[in-house]
């Protein structure tokens, strides 16, 4: 049976003006699409198995290796062995390092990639497998909202790709310089849009484009993580670092600095491929309306978002916590109305939350530096921070791996004031700098927005 991809929101009838889409598509279907006619989020129905063996077998083994292992599990139907291959060789052409903090516990730096961020992973699959599956002859939209790393990631995967342009949303105030620079000058088939407003705003807007009737024409698709195509690469790094460092019988750790989710849901989609994670850590910043979730049995959205210094997890209502509620049988919506309350039993029983204010983010970059001479930045200082509050919570010992999800060099006024250097930059960036950019500014009203993609959009190739 081919997997299918149904919406999360399938279900409400309740709610005014969404009818539900009761279907389901193919992946291409998508992958092209970016989120449900209903404005649900598309989720497979059947998840497929990993052996242990075959997974244990990627010891050793480059990291392309294990995104064939996955992308065939999920893909074999809808592409043929050689276009996956070509995609995934392609797509992972630098080093994902696992470096021993302490014994048991590591750190995957996530950050080699042309953007310096994980998002790099998912963005550089996605852009290849679209363009594998184009309508032929005409052109895609792409519409992204971005609290900074995943504008440029996308961007920078899709620069040059005939047929697919791309238009950036960022919220002016919360990017960092090096982060702006990066958006502002990718160029071409790519264009930045400066938002006077927070990236909820941001992603409101794209979100709203995307139900649109009078701009269907343009064939609107995202690149935001409620594409199910970003998702999937991201179950691939768990594979890889597990295979790496775990003996046959092991369970592992994994703690995932979380801002809309969609990086923990890989990880959950890997445990359910048959994965042994022992527990998935998803510690936030101090928008901590999924850590008092979990604690309370009552979910409420922060609104709006608090600002903090991991500003790419800057988020009151992660978007894929709908794919979270689903998986576990609940339903809530994208404006955060819970329909059906998951079971909570089962989802504390394999994941852990804990909300990181920004006092212990930036002690957590220092003490880090002094005892292990390991630079942080203050996303993947969250998740090492989670790592240690469930330690000492739960006197936990097994293999633990916390993810490093950007560079450090991105942000060396942070850094800077916390150890006193300013980290070196990697290889992708050193021409930071210097690059020159023109983002166009526009305040967070959507007919303005709207207005602007009917001048400025293409329809045709
Ligand atoms: C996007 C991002 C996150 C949050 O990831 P989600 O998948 O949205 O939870 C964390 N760290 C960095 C550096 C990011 O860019």
């Not at 889409?21 to 699409?33: H, I, R, Y």
């Not at 709908?322 to 089962?346: K, M, N, Q, W």
């Amino acid at each position: 049976m081919p997997i299918r991809y149904y919406s999360t929101n399938r279900n409400l009838t309740d709610t005014a003006g969404i009818i539900p889409f009761t279907g389901a598509v193919s992946f291409k279907d998508a992958l092209l699409a970016g989120q449900a006619p209903d404005e649900g989020l598309f989720v497979p129905d059947a998840i497929p198995q990993l052996s242990l063996n075959d997974i244990h077998a990627l010891k050793g083994k480059p990291y392309r290796e294990a995104a064939l292992l996955v992308a065939q599990a999920f893909l074999a139907d809808e592409f043929p062995r050689e276009v996956l291959r070509k995609v995934v060789y392609d797509a992972y052409n630098y080093p994902v390092p696992l470096e021993e903090v302490y014994p048991q516990a590591f750190l995957m730096r996530l950050d080699q990639g042309p953007t310096a961020s994980f998002k790099d992973f998912a963005a550089r699959m996605m852009a290849r497998l679209m363009s594998h599956c184009r309508p032929q002859g005409e052109r895609l939209n792409i519409l992204v909202a971005t609290s900074g790393d995943t504008g440029s990631a996308v961007g920078e995967a899709f620069r040059g790709v005939a047929g697919i342009d791309v238009t950036i949303l960022y919220p002016t105030a919360e990017v960092s310089l090096r982060q702006r620079k990066q958006l502002d000058s990718i160029g071409g088939n790519v264009q930045a849009l400066s938002i006077d407003g927070k990236f909820d705003d941001c992603q409101n807007l794209v979100k709203q484009a995307f139900s649109d009737p009078q701009l269907t024409k343009f064939n609107l698709t995202s690149a935001n993580s409620i594409n199910f195509g970003r998702i999937l690469p991201q179950s691939i790094y768990y594979v890889y670092a597990y295979a790496q460092l775990a003996a046959p019988g092991e369970e592992i750790v994994f703690s995932v600095p979380s801002g809309n989710f969609g990086n923990a849901l890989g990880c959950e989609y890997a445990r359910r491929m048959g994965l042994p994670v022992a527990k998935l850590l998803m510690p936030t910043n101090e928008n901590d309306e999924f850590p008092n979730y979990l604690r309370t049995g009552k979910y409420t959205k922060v609104a709006p978002s608090r600002d903090c210094i991991s500003n790419a997890m800057n988020v009151g209502h992660p978007s894929n916590l709908a794919r979270f509620f689903e998986l576990y049988g609940g339903t809530v919506d994208r404006s955060g109305v819970v329909h059906r309350y998951p079971d909570i039993a089962e989802m504390r029983q394999h994941i852990f939350s804990v909300s990181i204010a920004d006092e212990e983010t930036r002690q957590t970059i220092k003490n880090i530096y002094e005892l292990y001479k390991t630079v942080l930045e203050q996303h993947g200082a969250v998740g090492w921070a989670g790592l240690t509050a469930y330690r000492k919570m739960t006197a936990d010992k097994n293999l633990a791996v916390s993810l490093e999800t950007a560079h450090p060099a991105k942000f060396p006024e942070e850094i800077e004031k916390l150890l006193g250097f300013s980290p070196e930059l990697p290889a992708s960036m050193k021409d930071i700098d210097q690059r020159q950019g023109d983002a166009v500014t526009m305040s967070s009203n959507y007919e303005n927005f709207k207005n602007y993609l009917q001048i400025n959009l293409k329809i045709k190739e």
